[in-house]
């Protein structure tokens, strides 16, 4: 997308709408966003087909297809994957809770907290690499925890 948070206010196949903007990146803007008939807070991961790379499609449709057949619950699941009005789209419930990254710049986990989320990271890595998966962009940035810094689901 051209405009950071070009598609906040946007309503992706009738069913999400795109609230505000969490992060960009290679491609692809994250949102946070509600399913309009139930409310539920989601997250939407869209490429604009005007302006994205081949290879920020490609990101967007590996990434459904893995989370479709993972079944771990330190994945969040995917609830849709399409196009809409020139755009590539995928949907997955909102995990609630502050990146590590966030966390860690507040206080220290301890030992037995890192040793609980490094068994957590591991299974759910473990899982992705029953089904071919390899996770190349495993950071702090990218794994939500919960106020004890357990984890919660990557994002």
């Known amino acids: 997308m051209d405009v950071p948070g070009l598609a906040v206010g946007r309503c992706f196949g009738g069913r999400y709408r795109s609230e505000r903007l969490l992060k960009t990146g290679q491609g692809i803007e994250t949102h946070l966003g509600t399913e309009v008939t139930t409310g539920d807070p989601v997250v939407i991961k869209v490429t604009d087909a005007a302006t994205y790379s081949s290879g920020a499609a490609m990101r967007l449709e590996h990434e459904a297809e893995v989370l479709r057949h993972l079944q771990t619950p330190l ?54 690499h029953e089904h071919g998966v390899l996770h190349r962009d495993v950071k702090p940035a990218n794994l939500i925890v919960d106020e004890r810094g357990r984890s919660r689901a990557p994002s």
Do not use: K
């Not at 860690?104 to 068994?119: D, F, K, S, Y």
């Open 75 to 128: 994945v969040a699941p995917l609830l849709f994957f399409g196009r809409d009005a020139g755009s590539l789209y995928l949907v997955m419930p909102f995990v609630p809770g502050v990146t590590l990254a966030e966390r860690l710049h507040g206080e220290r986990l301890g030992v037995a907290g890192a040793l609980a989320l490094g068994r957590a990271l591991l299974g759910a890595l473990a899982e992705a």
